[in-house]
C-alpha cells in the first residue's frame, strides 16, 4: 500500500532541502521514537545494519538499507523488518522547482507481513503519517521564508523550578565574565528547549553562523559555560571518512590515539587540525540528553555528502545532479579505494568503480551524473565535498584561543604523548636590548612595563583568535590557527607600541617579532599543552633575525595566499640567512615600519 501527498513551497529547493532532509530532526518533530542501530562488518569489508526498537515488551528489529541521495533534489530511505507489522517500509522525497518556488512529492509504501499489518494500514496508518508530514513540510516552507526561528515546532521538556533557578545564577555568572558577549540567556534557552539532535553536539561555530555572532565570542560562550556548569566539553574523534564522531573522551588525556569506524570499517589515527573536534553538550544536572538514534544515514547527517546512491552489479545509472564546480572525492560508502577530482565544470566525468579501483570516465551530459558498476557487487556510490566540515571546531583551532588558554590551563595530552598538528602559526617575540633597559629604567619600573607589555601583547593576540602558548623570560610563544591572523596580529602590535611608550612616560620599549606557520606536534611541557618540532624552532630563530620595530616571517609564509592579501602594500624585504639547526640558508620577508 502506498500515499503520495504533493505539496507547494513558497521557497526555492535549495531553502527547502536542508529542513525537510534532516531525517534525524524531522523524525524526532514527527514523535517518531529513538532505536539503536546494530552495525556488523561483514567478511567483504562492508557493513550490515541493523534497527531495534523497544516499545514495552515488543521489540522489533530491522535491516536498514543504505539511504540514497542527490543533494537539494530527492532522498529515499527503506527498512526491511524482521518482525512486527510491516515486512518493508519505504520514504521517498522529491524536490523540484515551480515558479520560483518549490514542489515536494512524498511518497510512503509500506508492505504488511500479517494480519496486523494489514489492519494497521487500513486503518489509516499511512494517511496518519502524510497529516504529520504535510504539517512539519509547511513549518519547513515557514522557516525558509523566516517566518520562524526553529524548522518544526517541538514540545520541549518540562524544566523544574529548582533546575531554572540554577540555570539563572549560571546565565549571571557568564553575563559577569570577558566571555559572556551578552548571549548567556540565549545559550540557556537553546540548551533547554531545543531538539535534542541540536544537543547531542553543541557546536559553537554552527552557533555563531545561526546567531549571526562572530565565530570567537560564541566559541569563548561555550568554553565560559562549561566553568559555569551549563555544558560540557568533549573531544571527538572523527572518522576521516564520513566524518561522524566514533570516539568521544571529557578530557584530552583520555583521548585515545586512534579509533576504528564500524560504519566505515577502517581504522583511523587523530589530528588536531584535522578530525579531532570539541564540541559541547549539556551538563547532565541541567538537562539529560539520552543517547539513541532518529536516524542512522541522511542526507543532513554528512551534509558534505552531495551524492549517495547504491548501484546494482554491472549497472549504469544516469541521474539528474545540479553539483557545483569545485573540488570533490568519489568513493564507495564500502571500503575500497577513491579519487579525488578538481571538476571545473562542464561534463561531470563518468563514477566508474571496477574491482581495485575508482576512476573519472568520460564526460557526462552537462547536469547529470553517471555511476557505473563495474563489479560483481552492490555498491553505494558518494560524491563527497573535499572541504572540512564547516561546523567543526577542530582542537587546533579551540587550543590556539586565548580563552581555551585561560579557562583550561589543565587541559593538557597524557606524560609522553603527542598529537600531530598539519599546521598552525607561531608567533615569538621579544624585547630589544633587554639588559640595557633595566639599567636605564630601574628593576623595578622594568618590571612593571614588562608586565604591561605582556597584558597589551595577550590583548591583542585575542583579538585575532591567537593565544599566548607561554612566556619566556620578556618573550612570549603565541599559537594561532589562521597564519593572516598571526600576521595582523604582528601588524597591530608594532603599531601599538609607540602609544604604549607614550602611556608609560616615554620609556622606550622595542619589539621584535618572528612568525612562520608549518606542521608540528602538540605535547605537554610544564603541565601545559605546548607545541614541539621544527615549525617552532623555525619560529623562534627568525625572531632573533629581528632588528626590532619590524617583522620578520618565512617565505612559505608569506606565500599564503591569504597572509599576502594582508601584506600586500606593506614594505617588504627578501632576505636570506643561515640558521643554526638547519641544514640550508633559510629565505624570509622583512616587513619594514608597520
Given amino acids: 500500500m502506498q500515499r503520495i501527498w504533493q505539496w507547494k513551497f513558497a521557497s526555492p529547493p535549495a531553502a527547502i532541502w536542508p529542513s525537510m532532509a534532516d531525517t534525524a530532526r524531522f523524525n524526532e518533530a514527527a514523535a517518531i521514537p529513538k532505536h539503536e542501530i546494530i552495525e556488523t562488518p561483514r567478511a567483504d569489508g562492508s557493513v550490515d545494519y541493523a534497527g531495534r526498537l523497544r516499545k514495552g515488551p515488543v521489540t522489533i528489529e530491522w535491516t536498514e538499507r543504505p539511504v540514497n541521495w542527490v543533494v537539494e533534489q530527492w532522498f529515499e530511505h527503506c527498512r526491511d523488518f524482521r518482525n512486527g507489522p510491516f515486512r518493508s517500509l519505504c520514504a521517498t522525497f522529491e524536490l523540484t522547482p515551480d515558479n520560483g518556488g518549490g514542489r515536494g512529492v512524498y511518497k510512503l509504501e509500506a508492505l504488511p507481513s500479517g494480519l496486523l499489518g494489514r489492519v494497521l494500514l487500513l486503518g489509516g496508518f499511512l494517511d496518519k503519517a502524510g497529516r504529520t508530514f504535510a504539517k512539519l513540510a509547511a513549518e519547513a516552507d515557514s522557516y525558509a521564508q523566516g517566518q520562524r526561528e526553529q524548522p518544526f515546532a517541538f514540545d520541549a521538556p518540562a524544566v523544574d523550578a529548582a533546575t531554572q533557578g540554577r540555570v539563572a545564577q549560571m546565565v549571571k555568572d557568564i553575563d559577569a565574565s570577558a566571555n559572556g558577549h551578552g548571549l548567556a540567556r540565549r545559550l540557556a534557552d537553546h540548551v533547554l528547549q ?6 547531542w553536539q553543541v557546536r559553537p561555530l554552527k552557533l555563531a553562523r545561526e546567531w549571526r555572532v562572530g565565530a570567537r565570542e560564541a566559541v569563548e560562550l561555550c568554553l565560559q559555560a562549561v566553568q559555569a556548569g551549563l555544558l560540557e566539553l568533549r573531544w571527538d574523534l572523527l572518522c576521516p571518512r564520513c566524518r561522524v564522531a566514533k570516539s568521544s573522551s571529557v578530557s584530552l588525556d583520555q583521548m585515545p590515539t586512534g579509533a576504528h569506524c564500524s560504519t566505515c570499517n577502517i581504522d583511523y589515527g587523530r589530528d588536531f587540525a584535522k578530525n579531532v573536534e570539541a564540541s559541547f553538550r549539556p551538563a547532565p544536572g541541567v538537562r539529560d540528553v539520552v543517547s539513541g538514534q532518529y536516524c542512522l544515514f541522511g542526507p543532513m547527517s554528512t551534509p558534505h555528502i552531495k551524492l549517495h546512491v547504491t548501484v546494482d552489479p554491472g549497472a549504469t545509472r544516469e541521474l539528474k545532479a545540479l553539483l557545483r564546480p569545485g573540488d570533490y572525492r568519489l568513493r564507495t560508502l564500502e571500503p575500497g579505494p577513491e579519487l579525488d577530482l578538481a571538476w571545473s565544470g562542464g561534463g561531470l566525468p563518468e563514477f566508474v568503480v571496477e574491482e581495485g579501483a575508482v576512476r573519472a570516465g568520460s564526460p557526462a551530459t552537462p547536469g547529470f551524473v553517471r555511476l557505473a558498476n563495474r563489479t560483481r557487487r552492490k555498491l553505494t556510490f558518494i560524491i563527497e565535498d573535499r572541504a572540512w566540515v564547516q561546523d567543526a571546531l577542530t582542537a587546533d583551532r579551540i587550543t590556539t584561543l586565548q580563552a581555551f588558554r585561560d579557562l583550561f590551563a589543565s587541559e593538557a595530552l597524557r606524560p609522553g604523548d603527542d598529537v600531530g598538528v598539519a599546521r ?17 629604567v630601574g628593576d623595578a619600573r622594568a618590571y612593571h612595563l614588562v608586565r604591561d607589555h605582556f597584558a597589551f601583547l595577550g590583548a591583542i593576540i585575542r583579538e585575532n583568535d591567537g593565544a599566548i602558548v607561554k612566556t619566556i623570560g620578556d618573550a612570549v610563544m603565541a599559537a594561532f590557527a589562521d597564519p593572516a591572523k598571526a600576521v595582523r596580529a604582528a601588524i597591530a602590535i608594532q603599531r601599538r607600541v609607540a602609544a604604549f611608550n607614550a602611556e608609560h612616560g616615554g620609556d622606550a620599549i622595542i619589539i621584535k617579532l618572528g612568525l612562520h606557520a608549518g606542521p608540528c606536534i602538540a ?4 603541565e601545559r599543552l605546548d607545541y614541539f ?6 619560529a623562534s630563530r627568525l625572531q632573533g633575525e629581528s632588528a626590532g620595530g619590524d617583522i620578520v616571517l618565512s617565505a612559505e609564509m608569506a606565500a599564503d595566499p591569504a597572509v599576502a592579501e594582508v601584506l600586500a602594500g606593506q614594505r617588504l624585504t627578501e632576505e636570506s640567512v ?3 639547526g638547519f641544514d640550508r640558508a633559510i629565505d624570509f620577508h622583512r616587513l619594514h615600519g608597520a
Fill in 194 to 199: 531545543a531538539q535534542e539532535v541540536d544537543l
Fill in 424 to 440: 598552525i602559526a607561531l608567533i615569538f617575540t621579544d624585547l630589544k636590548s633587554s639588559t640595557a633597559f633595566y639599567e636605564r
Fill in 523 to 526: 605535547v605537554t611541557l610544564n
Fill in 533 to 538: 618540532g621544527s615549525t617552532v624552532n623555525l
Fill in 578 to 580: 643561515a640558521i643554526r
